[in-house]
């Protein structure tokens, strides 16, 4: 018992570790889009490319990109932005089959925790742009749609990129998942579904102008306090003006 609770307490600091090494390399990285996806893709499949083409354009709007470091898409998406010059995040996770981060991480952070590089995935994204993938990529997916419909996060864009790969999912979400209740009919509005690298982009651009602007309206400004409200304010009843003889 003496020995779990030492491991225990050595972990802690270990993901604190964790989190500050991530806060640190990535303060500074400015927008940025998260993009996910399976790491199976090899070069030369159409999926791999479009994830290169998707980076590339999203780095040519500004955008640097960070994904999870290793093979597939998350490799074609580190290419793409350093084809475009761009910051190119390789957020790692040590895992026994896939080693290191690819080749084309110019910003790179091992984790040993998921959930504390899936802090970091949300912490510096603008955006989530997810292409198709495995259990990995869907646990990407609801995590962040979660956190958007539980208020817990910002609402920023979800991009589903390929109509055909995520048809099956976003008829079962809209034949059972409303029907039962499960969810809202606007929740349907927390995502968009795309195929094209142009339509992300855009899809991106106008998601988060959209939340930008919600931002700036909670946060408006309030009215300039007059004479009369402050005398109200310090007496807790309306005080009229004195009338001129």
């Known amino acids: 018992m003496k020995d779990l609770k030492g491991r225990d307490t050595w972990m802690v600091f270990k993901i604190m570790g964790e989190f500050v090494e991530g806060f640190e390399t990535l303060r500074d990285l400015g927008p940025a889009v998260s993009i996910f996806g399976g790491a199976r893709f090899k070069s030369g499949d159409p999926c791999y490319q479009l994830a290169v083409d998707v980076a590339e354009r999203l780095a040519m709007a500004g955008y640097s990109v960070i994904t999870g470091g290793g093979p597939g898409i998350m490799e074609a998406a580190n290419r793409g932005a350093a084809l475009a010059g761009a910051k190119s ?79 099956g999912l976003v008829d079962w979400i809209k034949s059972t998942m409303i029907p039962f209740k499960t969810i809202s009919p606007e929740d349907l509005e927390l995502f968009s579904v795309v195929d094209h690298p142009d339509e992300v982009v855009e899809a991106v651009k106008r998601g988060v102008a959209a939340a930008n602007g919600a931002s700036r309206s909670k946060k408006a400004p309030a009215r300039p306090a007059t004479a009369e409200s402050s005398r109200k304010k310090q007496t807790g009843r309306t005080v009229r003006p004195k009338r001129g003889r």
């Open 89 to 167: 995040v390789g957020l790692n996770i040590k895992l026994p089959h896939e080693q290191g981060c690819n080749p084309f991480c110019n910003i790179k952070v091992d984790f040993d925790y998921f959930f504390a590089r899936k802090v970091m995935f949300m912490r510096y994204a603008q955006a989530y742009v997810c292409l198709p993938g495995g259990f990995g990529t869907l646990d990407e997916v609801s995590e962040a749609l979660t956190l958007i419909q539980t208020a817990k996060i910002r609402n920023f864009p979800v991009v589903l990129v390929g109509r055909k790969f995520w048809a």
